[in-house]
């Protein structure tokens, strides 16, 4: 649970905390980056959705992209990103093909879309968040 009020008044897809989230392990929960989790329930997935509408990623440029955008200071652990990815798949949100070389290449599927711009509001809080933290480290 989050413990300051500006945590508890940011948005959240809670409609993605289900049976499936457990099971890939896309809970709330547990340690987190300096004590608190960057990412709150449904943060991360919804924030992977909007890398993957930019061009289609492989997990390990998602893993980077995500150190980048908060400034260099956090990167996601690849035990955190590819079971999201895997939810995403399940979920028929995202979509993993092979590149030329035969790595996975994620794209956005139509429902992804929609489920983007069904929380575009959450995602521009998000990103407002990551900025501040960003700018607070110096990126």
Do not use: N
Request: aromatic share 6%; net charge positive.
């Amino acid at each position: 649970m989050p413990t300051d009020a500006a945590a508890e008044a940011r948005p959240t897809l809670v409609s993605w905390d289900c049976a499936a989230c457990r099971r890939h392990g896309c809970r709330r929960g547990g340690g987190g980056w300096r004590g608190r989790r960057m990412f709150d329930a449904g943060e991360l997935r919804l924030l992977i959705l909007a890398l993957l509408d930019e061009s289609p990623r492989h997990g390990y440029e998602i893993i980077k992209e995500l150190g980048t955008r908060v400034g260099g200071g956090y990167q996601p652990s690849p035990g955190v990103v590819y079971p999201c990815l895997a939810l995403l798949e399940e979920l028929d949100l995202a979509a993993a093909g092979a590149d030329e070389s035969g790595r996975r290449l994620y794209t956005l599927t139509a429902a992804g879309r929609q489920a983007l711009a069904h929380g575009r509001p959450a995602l521009a809080a998000l990103l407002a968040r990551l900025d501040a933290t960003a700018a607070a480290r110096g990126g």
